[in-house]
Nanobody, 121 residues
Framework: QVQLVESGGGLVQAGGSLRLSCAASGSIFSINAMGWYRQGPGKQRELVAVSTSGGSTNYADSAKGRFTISRDNAKNTVYLQMNSLKPEDTAVYYC???????????????WGQGTQVTVSS
């Protein structure tokens, strides 16, 4: 059983910062990628940022220059530092991991429960 537990969401004023954390636990053989998606009110879930095991990162255009994704591989944890937050960043942020639970497993996708980020104007 694999669990992704997020923390760090909350209410912040426009221009402020938040740092999200997500720790993966349970049966984990290897992690291919970890990242963050978000779903705003009335919107579809969209990619925010992802970090692969090879060290590459990918950001949504809306996140470039403001958000930074990082990982602590020893702790199976991914972080999202969000600066210069805007009201349009308001959403539920979901942690994502593509990993192999066991040596015999294929790569499977897992999601956290989501954490609310609200940016007031």
């Amino acid at each position: 059983q694999v669990q992704l537990v997020e923390s760090g969401g909350g209410l912040v004023q426009a221009g402020g910062s938040l740092r999200l954390s997500c720790a993966a636990s349970g049966s984990i053989f290897s992690i291919n990628a970890m990242g963050w998606y978000r779903q705003g009110p009335g919107k579809q879930r969209e990619l925010v940022a992802v970090s692969t095991s090879g060290g590459s990162t990918n950001y949504a255009d809306s996140a470039k220059g403001r958000f930074t994704i990082s990982r602590d591989n020893a702790k199976n944890t991914v972080y999202l530092q969000m600066n210069s937050l805007k009201p349009e960043d308001t959403a539920v942020y979901y942690c994502y991991a593509a990993l192999r639970p066991t040596v015999l497993s294929t790569v499977l996708n897992y999601w956290g429960q989501g954490t609310q980020v609200t940016v007031s104007s």
